[in-house]
């Protein structure tokens, strides 16, 4: 069986990858970051290839040394958080262009090689952001609540393959680590109905899980991994 996992060099994309690999899976990695791609490959001992998501001619390059697929994990994504008076076109089109167009484009060019039964299973990564409405963070919310509506229309599009998406809440990468320095690990985690933030291994959990067997009456559903915070705000005792 074979898996590919975009924006898998690092982060919750890498734990992806390690978790469907300990399944079973032949998992290989998409990236544009050449140096991480690299040393993630190593550790994993799997194949993997530079791509940016967002450039569909590399997408087919790359898709061309696959000759079959079971698995799409579409991970790769950015965020550029900037305020709306401040707003700067070019890096919000950017975001778009990745999360919106990189998952598009990975999703399109599989289908020729993704095996035709509800074995197969694609997982958009989506965020808790999409429902937060948290200010400040340009079009990210916006391109992965876009992300959430593609997975509902493509789980009928596409159907036997099945399509959904897990939304990952407070977790700590690489990417995300400077935001929980000092005091601001406890005060997240205080925020979090389960009062602790998450780890790139809890969104893998639930990966592995939406890929096996064990779900294959499961589609166009969107699975939030976020302790909570999407449920809405505590009542007051």
């Known amino acids: 069986m074979q898996a590919i996992v975009t924006?898998?060099?690092?982060?919750i994309g890498f734990q992806?990858?390690?978790?469907?690999?300990?399944?079973?899976?032949e998992v290989v990695l998409f990236d544009k970051?050449?140096?991480?791609?690299?040393e993630a490959s190593t550790k994993l001992n799997c194949k993997s290839f530079t791509v940016d998501v967002a450039n569909e001619s590399e997408v087919q390059e790359a898709l061309t040394e696959i000759k079959s697929l079971d698995i799409l994990i579409n991970n790769a994504g950015i965020w550029k958080p900037e305020p709306l008076a401040t707003l700067d076109l070019s890096t919000q089109k950017n975001v778009l262009e990745t999360n919106i167009l990189g998952t598009l484009n990975c999703t399109k060019h599989v289908l020729p090689k993704i095996k035709k039964s509800n074995s197969s299973?694609?997982?958009?990564?989506?965020s808790a952001a999409s429902r937060t409405n948290s200010p400040g963070l340009g079009l990210y919310a916006a391109s992965k609540?876009?992300?959430?509506a593609l997975t509902r229309q493509w789980s009928l599009e596409i159907a036997p393959i099945r399509v959904n998406a897990v939304g990952p809440g407070m977790v700590i990468t690489?990417?995300?680590?400077?935001?929980?320095?000092?005091?601001a690990l406890a005060a997240r985690s205080n925020a979090v109905p389960l009062k602790r933030v998450g780890d790139p291994s809890d969104v893998a959990q639930i990966v592995s899980f939406l890929v096996s067997p064990k779900s294959n009456y499961v589609t166009g559903q969107i699975l939030f991994v976020d302790g909570g915070i999407t449920a809405g705000s505590p009542g007051h005792n």
């Open 7 to 11: 924006g898998g060099a690092q982060g």
């Open 16 to 25: 992806i990858a390690e978790s469907l690999i300990k399944d079973g899976y």
């Open 33 to 38: 970051n050449y140096e991480s791609l690299k």
């Open 121 to 126: 299973s694609i997982i958009n990564i989506t």
């Open 145 to 148: 609540a876009a992300i959430e």
């Open 174 to 183: 690489e990417g995300t680590a400077l935001n929980y320095k000092g005091n």
